[in-house]
């Protein structure tokens, strides 16, 4: 295949890919993350690495110069979706360079369609970013392998260091590719490779303190998981789905926390095995067509990165960690194009080839179009109180804590009176000052809606949220999508909290 085709191909993919990521692209509500990057952007990058919230700052500095150019909230998705669709003809090269152009293609093409990259892709957060310089990350570190040049060791030190700047997780893929890379060499050039190791050791250090206060002690309110098989096994089957066939995500984080995680165990198995059985088909057969060496690398690429991660969790403990590591879609979308590139396809290739296209693209259509896998649909919380409300007057709300709170308020109409109380486990609450307060705002209203986040029982914020609904008597109208819980209570409430007990 010549490469003017190969490179029309290509950008006919990469039409394919914009397409279906701007299919819908500002349907869904901004959830809580992406309501924390538009109220919280800067681009002051001192207030960014002394900030804590748990990632680099390079990401939240990229999306605040967009979000200030552009003048929009929608900048925040379309940042997110050309960083998609850039990382398509990077896949391409990379299946290009391991096998050949057809495998090229036919990987860009699984990216394209991937639910799990479409989803990131629509997304507010650095997570499509982080795929994108991953990606050029394996591929820098690939041309390595057959170069020595010194430009091609810049071009790997400056992509492995945007990436770990984007996300501290991107540090697993540095540490496994740089090993390998040490590995390989000998003589002069693993001499070479020490001295870039040196060079980004030393440009790495601004990072080291921006680790140093996101792992600062978080308090009572951090909400720790542990990284335990289940997490283990979403690592993987999270790439297949983004979470978006069988049971729904707040169903499983329910089933789990309430400690039925067998229940949810079995519930996804049938979702799993129909996702797993086809890819266990083609990968075994682009396995066969890699290379010997090329076999080790994505080895360690695809097996490593999870227990690593189980390891790191001792420090950073959240058992949804899993995204972080969604950069291993890139090598496993181009060892399964190395499958179904094999010369002399069988039925059960074209078989195992429909089935996942077909699963890809039925998870992306399900997470638009069933409430049930949507995280947080806020806008679903407008739409119930302004249903259930027959004051005949704007609703007056309060939203309690934190990130959900502010994500409630952020999708209300401007014109709804609304206030953020704090219900925060381990801080001073505002309840005495702020709820009269609020009642004077709300004129001659008969009631006004309390919406709080749900949490699991035994959960610090799960008792402060519970406190603050019995001390307004608030009656519980519906949970909305996955933790939105919405009430209903008097006004007389809001103005009586100071005589609470």
């Given at each position: 295949m010549s490469a003017t085709r190969f490179w029309w191909l290509v950008g006919l993919i990469m039409l394919l890919a914009l397409g279906w990521r701007?299919?819908?692209?500002?349907?869904?509500?901004?959830?809580?993350?992406?309501?924390y990057e538009l109220t919280q952007r800067t681009t002051d990058l001192s207030v960014l690495v002394r900030r804590h919230d748990g990632f680099p700052p390079l990401y939240r500095w990229l999306v605040a110069l967009v979000r200030e150019t552009l003048g929009t909230d929608a900048s925040l998705r379309w940042f997110s979706l050309v960083c998609g669709v850039l990382t398509v003809p990077l896949v391409a090269l990379l299946g290009r360079r391991l096998v050949g152009p057809q495998t090229g293609l036919v990987a860009a093409i699984g990216l394209a369609i991937s639910a799990n990259h479409v989803l990131l892709s629509q997304h507010g957060r650095g997570y499509a970013l982080l795929v994108l310089l991953a990606t050029a990350?394996?591929?820098?570190?690939?041309?390595?392998?057959?170069?020595?040049?010194?430009?091609?060791?810049?071009?790997?030190?400056?992509?492995s260091w945007l990436g770990v700047?984007?996300?501290?997780?991107?540090g697993l893929l540095l540490v496994l590719l740089g090993g390998l890379l040490l590995i390989e060499k000998r003589g002069f050039a693993r001499m070479r490779a020490l001295a870039a190791a040196g060079v980004l050791a030393l440009a790495g250090l601004p990072l080291v303190e921006c680790l140093r206060v996101d792992l600062a002690e978080t308090g009572e309110f951090h909400h720790e998981v542990s990284f335990?098989?289940?997490?283990?096994?979403?690592?993987?089957?999270?790439?297949?789905?983004?979470?978006?066939?069988?049971?729904?995500?707040?169903?499983?984080?329910?089933?789990?926390?309430?400690?039925r995680k067998s229940a949810a165990v079995l519930a996804t198995a049938p979702w799993a095995c129909l996702l797993f059985v086809p890819a266990a088909y083609l990968f075994a057969n682009g396995w066969r067509r890699l290379a010997q060496q090329d076999r080790r690398w994505m080895a360690v690429l695809l097996l490593a990165p999870p227990p690593l991660t189980a390891m790191a969790a001792a420090a950073s403990p959240t058992g949804y960690n899993y995204r972080y590591l969604v950069w291993m879609l890139v090598p496993l979308i181009v060892v399964l194009a190395a499958g179904v590139?094999?010369?002399?396809?069988?039925?059960?290739?074209?078989?195992?080839?429909?089935?996942?296209?077909?699963?890809?693209?039925?998870?992306?259509?399900?997470?638009?179009?069933?409430?049930?896998?949507?995280?947080?649909d806020f806008h679903e919380v407008t739409r119930l109180i302004?249903?259930?409300?027959?004051t005949g007057e704007s609703p007056a709300v309060i939203a309690a804590p934190l990130y959900f709170g502010r994500a409630v308020l952020y999708e209300l109409p401007a014109s709804w009176p609304a206030a953020r109380v704090t219900a925060h486990p381990s801080g001073q609450q505002d309840w005495e000052v702020a709820l009269p307060?609020?009642?004077?705002?709300?004129?001659?209203?008969?009631?006004?809606?309390?919406?709080?986040?749900?949490f699991p029982v035994g959960h610090p914020q799960r008792a402060v949220c519970d406190a603050l609904v019995k001390r307004l008597d608030a009656e519980l109208v519906g949970r909305v999508s996955s933790t939105v819980m919405v009430y209903r209570l008097s006004v007389d409430r809001l103005g009586s909290i100071e005589a609470a007990d």
């Open positions: 701007a299919y819908r692209l500002s349907e869904p509500a901004f959830d809580h993350d992406e309501v990350m394996l591929l820098t570190a690939w041309r390595l392998r057959a170069s020595d040049r010194w430009r091609d060791w810049f071009a790997f030190l400056v992509v700047a984007t996300h501290y997780y991107v335990d098989k289940e997490a283990y096994a979403f690592s993987y089957l999270w790439l297949g789905t983004g979470n978006t066939l069988g049971p729904s995500v707040s169903w499983l984080r329910e089933t789990v926390s309430g400690g590139t094999v010369r002399g396809r069988s039925g059960l290739t074209w078989l195992a080839v429909g089935l996942l296209i077909a699963l890809s693209l039925g998870a992306t259509l399900n997470r638009h179009f069933d409430p049930a896998h949507r995280e947080n302004a249903r259930e409300d027959v307060r609020f009642a004077e705002r709300v004129g001659e209203r008969q009631e006004v809606w309390l919406v709080t986040q749900w």
